[in-house]
């Protein structure tokens, strides 16, 4: 099967990343395609960063109809986009954040978020509660990194993360950490050895989701809201974004 990672900042390090981290838990016979848009925020972590990688991550999705993909993978923790994808696609698509929420809840009564930059914890807060893991999400913790921070080998991500992993277990009482940004996948391994708790990383987990849905022949469901959208005209920059018949 073809997943489609899409990564819906432009840093292509970003991508390259998570891509290697999808490839590693990936079975056998599934291929990665991992990109990212060719225009956009280098970095989400704010409303206006989401909303300006919404048309590179829903232009990619559109392509990726034409290249035979099974399953998308949004790798993002928020979520840009979603329903909007979902619309356009016949396979699965899942965002990192919903998928590594699902996978914490099978493992734990409760889990923490840990993040990038503390005014993101708003966004990753409306995310539990829109998911509805309010009563399973115990804190959602950010570490004031900047999301390009994660690819500076120099900079001291790793044990600011681990600190802060350390305090919301003990803080939340919560038995699960659930990553908040997709360039903390490589990080994922490390952090669970030195913890003693899972982790879950949400492009490792909504990869094997998707194998998991296309092995159930689990589509998106063209009935309702999910429906292909209505086919009309748009203007201006938007033009040739416009959802065809
Ligand atoms: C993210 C993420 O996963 N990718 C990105 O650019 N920003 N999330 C975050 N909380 O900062």
């Given at each position: 099967m073809r997943i489609k990672l899409i990564?819906?900042?432009?840093?292509q390090s970003m991508t390259d990343k998570i891509a290697r981290a999808a490839r590693t838990v990936a079975a056998q016979g599934t291929e990665i395609l991992a990109v990212s848009p060719t225009g956009g925020p280098v970095s989400i972590e704010d409303h206006y960063d989401e909303a300006y990688a919404v048309p590179g991550l829903l232009g990619e999705v559109r392509i990726g109809e034409t290249q035979a993909c099974d399953a998308y993978v949004?790798?993002?923790?928020?979520?840009?986009?979603l329903d909007a994808a979902r619309e356009i696609a016949r396979g699965p698509v899942l965002g990192i954040a919903e998928a590594a929420m699902h996978a914490a809840s099978f493992v734990a009564t409760g889990f923490s978020i840990v993040t990038t930059l503390t005014r993101t914890c708003v966004m990753a807060r409306r995310l539990v509660d829109r998911y509805g893991f309010s009563t399973v999400c115990r804190g959602v913790h950010g570490?004031?990194?900047?999301?390009?921070a994660l690819e500076d080998?120099?900079?001291?991500a790793y044990a600011l993360i681990l600190a802060q992993c350390e305090q919301a277990l003990k803080q939340d009482g919560s038995g699960a950490i659930v990553l908040g940004c997709a360039g903390m996948a490589d990080l994922c391994t490390r952090l669970s050895a030195s913890l003693g708790v899972p982790v879950i990383d949400g492009v490792a987990a909504a990869v094997k989701f998707c194998e998991a849905l296309v092995g159930l022949q689990l589509q998106t469901s063209k009935h309702g809201d999910y429906a292909l959208p209505i086919p009309k005209k748009y203007t201006g920059a938007f033009a040739g974004f416009a959802p065809r018949a």
């Open positions: 990564n819906p900042n432009t840093t949004i790798a993002c923790f928020g979520d840009p986009g570490t004031d990194l900047p999301v390009l080998p120099a900079s001291d």
